[in-house]
């Protein structure tokens, strides 16, 4: 069974891919990146203009900094069945 510190490891890992990905994505295209997180413009320009440290500090806080978008529900039905 994990610990305090693996679970707080993973959830960095986590908040540094998602950070990673969404900055990727906003930077190819800014447009298309916005919609599949689900940012407003403000977040938007914040993810687009992080540095690599203040992504892995924002990446070891505490909390998950993504929230979970899902897509339309024929995605999942069709991925579970």
């Known amino acids: 069974m994990p610990n305090d510190e693996d679970l707080l490891d993973e959830l960095s890992d986590w908040n540094r ?26 977040v938007t320009t914040l993810v687009a203009g992080l540095t690599p440290s203040q992504i892995d500090a924002l990446a070891t806080s ?5 929230q979970l978008h899902p897509g339309p529900t024929s995605i999942f039905a069709s991925t579970l069945h």
């Open 62 to 66: 505490v909390e998950l900094v993504c």
């Open 17 to 42: 891919t998602y950070l990673r990905l969404a900055q990727r994505l906003i930077l190819e295209d800014r447009r298309n990146g916005a919609r599949i997180f689900g940012f407003s413009d403000e």
